[in-house]
């Protein structure tokens, strides 16, 4: 890792821009968010948001190896180096579309694309083998935008003991955290992750911790059933009936018994997994519309009992809003669901707090990435599990010259 400089340091209390991508576990492709972070303190502000669809060929090669298709060591490095430059594409698309010189931007924080993640500690030759891998080359995306890089943001906390994730409980806490109100930050994407914010809380009563799959079954069974990417407004679980002893055993898993904080992935709800769940849903009868209605019932239920499994933390007397963001927002009938298991809860979105469903996370990794070339830890112990705070990320400085960022700029 490279050391940021005193000079990048003495800048802090300027206003200044900042660029945050990911993938998520939908993998369906880059959420990139340009934000304006303020010099003098307080929240920032988004100025530009965008979402880029993946190349065919790349999402493909992104699921196989997430399912565990064997790959080589040069299909694994093509695939990482690939990835950088559509990230890459997708900074110099947010740029030109803002219509914002590159040398406003001080920093680029590329989450990359998650492959594995494996927070459970196995040994190798006496080593604890725990770890993450996201790709998407940063030198590539420095190369190409002319803006400082940064990446691999979990490996810092997973070292420190952590599980490299969620990071986002962080951003949550510093920036929807309320001294009357309890909140319960809850993110819809492939996997559904939650932060608990009890009123008035500091950081050590913060808890945060995935529940489940969120979209991840019902995509694969919309693409396994009906040759579409994902459930449209929730309009194919809407015309089913969830199948009640099938949804019990979904939620026998062991995964819901685990105490929190805890983290999964495509490594535990994957394509061996709705292997399973299909050849079960064929052995009880169940029909295509049923079994999609089945794991729309499962995400909400399980997010559901997560929010109850918490509420002991929250402060008693205090109302309690759960602040939703991400794809599953959009199905429409999911949402009805979540609410229907959480009477009494005040349900919202994030539009309400300035930021698009499927932005709150990009935001987020353009300040992590701003916090960690002010040398600045930016990670929450108590929810990843860390033993300390962690910095967050790699830094990989660009060398473009300033008339090759003019050059450029003017090519757009």
């Not at 990071?167 to 932060?195: C, K, M, Q, V």
């Not at 992590?368 to 990320?393: E, R």
Request: glycine share 8%.
């Amino acid at each position: 890792c490279n050391t940021p400089s005193r000079k990048r340091r003495a800048v802090d209390k300027s206003d200044r821009y900042a660029i945050g991508m990911l993938s998520g576990t939908s993998v369906d492709g880059i959420d990139v968010a340009l934000v304006l972070i303020p010099g003098g303190g307080g929240n920032v502000r988004l100025h530009e948001f965008l979402t880029l669809p993946y190349p065919k060929e790349i999402r493909e090669q992104v699921l196989a190896y997430s399912h565990g298709t064997a790959f080589t060591a040069e299909q694994h490095t093509r695939l990482h180096w690939a990835l950088g430059h559509v990230f890459a594409q997708a900074a110099v698309a947010m740029l030109h579309k803002a219509q914002v010189p590159r040398e406003q931007v001080v920093v680029i924080g590329s989450h990359g694309q998650t492959v594995q993640h494996l927070p459970e500690e196995q040994r190798m030759a006496g080593f604890s083998t725990r770890g993450t891998l996201q790709l998407g080359e940063a030198a590539v995306i420095a190369e190409k935008t002319g803006v400082t890089t940064v990446y691999d943001f979990r490996s810092g906390d997973m070292a420190a003991g952590g599980q490299g994730a969620p990071l986002i409980s962080w951003f949550d806490y510093h920036y929807f955290s309320h001294p009357d109100e309890n909140r319960t930050l809850l993110n819809i994407g492939g996997i559904a992750n939650i932060t608990v914010l009890p009123a008035g809380a500091d950081e050590s009563r913060v808890l945060a911790s995935d529940t489940g799959p969120g979209n991840m079954l019902i995509d694969a069974l919309c693409r396994h059933y009906f040759d579409c990417e994902y459930d449209r407004n929730g309009t194919i679980a809407a015309s089913g009936q969830p199948d009640k002893r099938l949804l019990e055993e979904l939620l026998s898993h062991p995964y819901f018994e685990r105490e929190f904080p805890k983290t999964t992935g495509r490594e535990l709800f994957g394509q061996s997994y709705v292997a399973r769940l299909l050849q079960r849903a064929q052995e009880l009868g169940v029909q295509p519309r049923d079994l999609i209605a089945t794991v729309t019932a499962l995400t909400a239920q399980s997010i559901a009992r997560a929010v109850r499994d918490t509420e002991q933390r929250l402060v008693a007397g205090q109302p309690h809003r759960l602040i939703v963001n991400g794809g599953g927002v959009k199905n429409q009938t999911l949402m009805q669901m979540v609410r229907q298991a959480l009477p009494g809860v005040l349900c919202q979105t994030t539009e309400a707090w300035g930021f698009p469903v499927d932005a709150k996370e990009a935001v987020c990794f353009a300040v992590l990435a701003d916090h960690l070339l002010a040398q600045k830890p930016a990670t929450l112990p108590a929810a990843t599990g860390a033993h300390h705070p962690a910095l967050t990320g790699k830094i990989c400085y660009s060398t473009m010259t300033r008339d090759e960022k003019n050059r450029r700029r003017h090519a757009q």
